[in-house]
């Protein structure tokens, strides 16, 4: 395949996403449905999709989804994973074989606990211990990577259409609360299975229409607090950096979202709120590298919950719909109606404006 | 009249069955299909159900009614024609312009506008019934972009940063703009009897399309905006 250089494509993308607030499980088949008339939005390089609520059973438990690029490679780092994790489920990943999903890798999930003495003896918690032996692995491990590493949710990701990957998987077994879609149109990068989005963290997953003008900005920066940007895509880092602010910062959804789209300083200074003006005056100024300029929606997935969010300028396209206790997020209109017909309200979000929705406490 | 089931259709099958049918046409289902009508001329088309980008594109006096929202770039590069939307439209409507109507009943996303220009006998005029999103009429050439503000439930009219760019052409805005921030290189003023004349025409038009009265309309004040000068932005970059 020729990469970028070699030849320029022009840029595209869908997301899609849903979630039901009162936590009722929806298997996977109308998520995938829904990417079904954004088709022309991506071009076969790249699908995937994030699942929360999926493994009930596992659910105490990391939940390891992995590519391989041979058997002896996943001999090599399951026998790493066996010094540092109980594992309690070790499985080939259920797929389907259709034509239009071919040379796959070998895909395994492993269900896993950190044993107790390694965290003892390394004094970190979990899922700082999770993430390092992610990054580990991604970094260090040739043709070994970790893409999926959160409890109780999972991404499944290829090379394809996205409707066809939904296939692919069977997602159609599986029951989730919430759901993330993306079909790719990669423009800078080569469409690869690792490539794919969602691109996730423990539970953080980042699905991304658009491209990231500072890349390399935000990526130095966040590459000094122990994350590796291994994928060869630009999305890659924004997982990295909401893992940052939410989970190792305390930040919340919406002091994230006012770090990674900040308002212009115009904006700020013609805010009328003094309190929100300094709030943003700080954000803008202790976290600068963090700021993504260049066209974006995205849509983050998290335990819970999801949040849906533009650049400052609005230079990518997003809906929101909702109707009873569904949410539904999209890069067109179309989308949405496919997941619900009868949905009742429908808007489009500011650029730079969050749209959070939380599952309510206790129902998932 | 034709109807086109449009359901389980792509959007160059949908196109296609479209340019053979030679009628007016109505197409029910619609989902997402792009570039529906793209070029189009001599020909009434309804769309039921949700169209998707690029909705009229370089439209050749055809006229389009939809009867939901629409989705980004309406009428881009649009030359002649009209097109009712029964609803909301989203980013960048009427991109390059340069003839036809675009009338909306709901609001419209970011960028509307952008663009725009008029060209010897074309003149686009644009009607935004709600409210709109940041940088409306960004970089406007030529043509007429109305937004009512209807029904806009304490929100501004328009979001930030409108008519940056803007070298040609004409804005109103329905009510007196206090709460909006404009660019320096425009001027934005309460619009004269002479003005609001000049809209007249157009206004009862889409009052008569979607069922309002002109009269109430123009009973509220009005701001019109006009670039300063034909070439505003002569020394922004260099000094020449």
Same mark, same amino acid.
């Given at each position: @395949?020729?990469?970028?250089?070699? !030849?320029?494509?022009?840029? #595209?993308?869908?997301?899609?996403a849903v979630i039901s607030k009162d936590g009722n499980k929806m298997s996977g088949?109308?998520i995938?449905?829904? @990417?079904?008339?954004?088709?022309?939005?991506?071009?076969?390089?790249? #699908?995937g999709f994030a699942g929360y609520g999926i493994y009930p059973a596992y659910k105490e438990f990391y939940a390891f989804h992995m590519f391989f690029?041979?058997?002896?490679?996943r001999?090599?780092c399951e026998a790493y994973l066996k010094e540092r994790f109980e594992i309690v489920q070790s499985e080939i990943m259920p797929t389907?074989?259709?034509?239009?999903?071919?040379?796959?890798?070998?895909i395994w999930r492993y269900f896993a606990a950190p044993l107790k003495s390694v965290l003892v003896s390394l004094q970190v918690d979990e899922k700082e211990f999770v993430a390092r032996t992610v990054m580990k692995i991604n970094?260090?491990m040739?043709?070994v990577y970790v893409f999926s590493s959160g409890k109780n949710m999972g991404a499944f990701k290829?090379?394809?259409?996205?409707?066809?990957?939904? !296939?692919?998987y069977k997602l159609e077994e599986y029951e989730g609360y919430s759901w993330t879609?993306?079909?790719?149109?990669?423009?800078?990068?080569?469409? &690869? &299975?690792?490539?794919?989005?969602p691109f996730t963290l423990l539970d953080y997953s980042i699905?991304?229409?658009?491209?990231?003008?500072?890349?390399?900005?935000?990526?130095?920066?966040?590459?000094?607090?122990g994350y590796?940007?291994?994928?060869?895509?630009?999305?890659?880092?924004?997982t990295y950096?909401m893992d940052y602010l939410l989970r190792v910062q305390g930040?919340?959804l919406?002091?994230?979202?006012?770090?990674?789209?900040?308002?212009? &300083?115009?904006?700020?200074?013609?805010?009328?709120?003094?309190?929100?003006?300094?709030?943003?005056?700080?954000?803008?100024?202790?976290?600068?590298?963090?700021?993504?300029?260049?066209?974006?929606?995205?849509?983050l997935g998290f335990e819970g919950g999801l949040m849906?969010?533009?650049?400052?300028?609005?230079?990518?396209? @997003?809906?929101? #719909?909702?109707?009873?206790?569904?949410?539904?997020?999209?890069?067109?209109?179309?989308?949405?109606?496919? @997941?619900?017909?009868? !949905?009742?309200?429908? &808007?489009?979000?500011?650029?730079?404006?969050? !749209?959070?929705i939380k599952v309510k406490e206790g129902a998932f | 009249?034709?109807?086109? %089931?449009?359901?389980?259709?792509?959007?160059?099958?949908?196109?296609?069955?479209?340019?053979?049918?030679?009628?007016? /046409?109505?197409?029910?289902?619609?989902?997402?299909?792009?570039?529906?009508?793209?070029?189009?001329?001599?020909?009434?088309?309804?769309?039921?159900?949700?169209?998707?980008?690029?909705?009229?594109?370089?439209? *050749?006096?055809?006229?389009?009614?939809?009867?939901?929202?629409?989705?980004?770039?309406?009428?881009?590069?649009?030359?002649?024609?009209?097109?009712?939307?029964?609803? *909301?439209?989203?980013?960048?409507?009427?991109?390059?312009?340069?003839?036809?109507?675009?009338?909306?009943?709901?609001?419209?996303?970011?960028?509307?506008?952008?663009?725009?220009?008029?060209?010897?006998?074309?003149?686009?005029?644009?009607?935004?019934?709600?409210?709109?999103?940041?940088?409306?009429?960004?970089?406007?050439?030529?043509?007429?972009?109305?937004?009512?503000?209807?029904?806009?439930?304490?929100?501004?009219?328009?979001?930030?940063?409108?008519?940056?760019?803007?070298?040609?052409?004409?804005?109103?805005?329905?009510?007196?703009?206090?709460?909006?921030?404009?660019?320096?290189?425009?001027?934005?003023? /309460?619009?004269?009897?002479?003005?609001?004349?000049?809209?007249?025409?157009?206004?009862?038009?889409? /009052?008569? %399309?979607?069922?309002?009265?002109?009269?109430?309309?123009?009973?509220?004040?009005?701001?019109?905006?006009?670039? %300063?000068?034909? *070439?505003?932005?002569?020394?922004?970059?260099?000094? *020449?």
């Amino acid at each position: @395949m020729k990469i970028e250089g070699q !030849v320029r494509i022009p840029s #595209g993308c869908a997301v899609s996403a849903v979630i039901s607030k009162d936590g009722n499980k929806m298997s996977g088949e109308m998520i995938t449905n829904s @990417m079904k008339p954004m088709h022309d939005r991506s071009n076969g390089l790249g #699908g995937g999709f994030a699942g929360y609520g999926i493994y009930p059973a596992y659910k105490e438990f990391y939940a390891f989804h992995m590519f391989f690029d041979s058997r002896d490679r996943r001999k090599e780092c399951e026998a790493y994973l066996k010094e540092r994790f109980e594992i309690v489920q070790s499985e080939i990943m259920p797929t389907r074989k259709i034509p239009a999903i071919t040379d796959e890798p070998i895909i395994w999930r492993y269900f896993a606990a950190p044993l107790k003495s390694v965290l003892v003896s390394l004094q970190v918690d979990e899922k700082e211990f999770v993430a390092r032996t992610v990054m580990k692995i991604n970094t260090e491990m040739d043709g070994v990577y970790v893409f999926s590493s959160g409890k109780n949710m999972g991404a499944f990701k290829a090379v394809g259409f996205p409707e066809d990957v939904g !296939v692919f998987y069977k997602l159609e077994e599986y029951e989730g609360y919430s759901w993330t879609a993306h079909g790719r149109y990669p423009t800078n990068t080569p469409g &690869w &299975w690792g490539g794919a989005h969602p691109f996730t963290l423990l539970d953080y997953s980042i699905v991304h229409n658009g491209e990231i003008s500072s890349y390399d900005a935000n990526r130095r920066f966040i590459e000094m607090f122990g994350y590796k940007c291994t994928l060869q895509t630009d999305t890659e880092v924004i997982t990295y950096i909401m893992d940052y602010l939410l989970r190792v910062q305390g930040l919340t959804l919406d002091e994230a979202a006012g770090v990674i789209a900040a308002p212009f &300083w115009s904006t700020i200074a013609a805010k009328k709120d003094a309190d929100d003006q300094r709030k943003h005056t700080y954000l803008r100024t202790m976290f600068a590298n963090l700021l993504i300029t260049g066209p974006f929606s995205i849509v983050l997935g998290f335990e819970g919950g999801l949040m849906a969010l533009n650049d400052r300028l609005k230079l990518r396209s @997003m809906v929101v #719909g909702e109707k009873d206790d569904r949410v539904f997020i999209a890069s067109e209109e179309a989308a949405v109606r496919t @997941m619900e017909p009868d !949905v009742e309200t429908v &808007w489009s979000p500011a650029g730079g404006e969050p !749209v959070i929705i939380k599952v309510k406490e206790g129902a998932f | 009249m034709q109807i086109i %089931d449009a359901a389980n259709l792509d959007y160059r099958a949908v196109n296609e069955t479209l340019r053979s049918a030679k009628t007016d /046409c109505t197409i029910k289902g619609c989902c997402g299909q792009r570039f529906i009508a793209a070029g189009m001329s001599d020909r009434n088309l309804t769309i039921e159900g949700i169209p998707g980008n690029a909705l009229g594109a370089y439209l *050749n006096n055809a006229s389009i009614t939809v009867k939901a929202n629409a989705q980004d770039a309406v009428g881009d590069t649009m030359n002649e024609g009209k097109i009712l939307i029964h609803g *909301n439209i989203g980013d960048a409507a009427g991109y390059a312009m340069r003839g036809g109507k675009i009338y909306v009943q709901g609001n419209a996303g970011y960028r509307a506008g952008i663009h725009m220009k008029a060209c010897k006998e074309k003149f686009p005029v644009m009607i935004i019934g709600g409210c709109t999103g940041s940088f409306l009429g960004e970089y406007q050439a030529g043509g007429l972009i109305i937004v009512l503000g209807l029904h806009k439930d304490h929100k501004r009219i328009v979001g930030n940063f409108p008519c940056t760019g803007m070298h040609g052409g004409k804005m109103f805005l329905r009510g007196s703009c206090e709460d909006i921030a404009f660019p320096s290189q425009v001027t934005a003023r /309460c619009a004269a009897p002479e003005d609001l004349a000049e809209i007249r025409e157009y206004l009862s038009e889409y /009052c008569e %399309d979607f069922g309002h009265s002109v009269d109430k309309l123009l009973s509220a004040p009005f701001t019109v905006i006009t670039p %300063d000068s034909k *070439n505003p932005y002569n020394q922004m970059y260099v000094a *020449n």
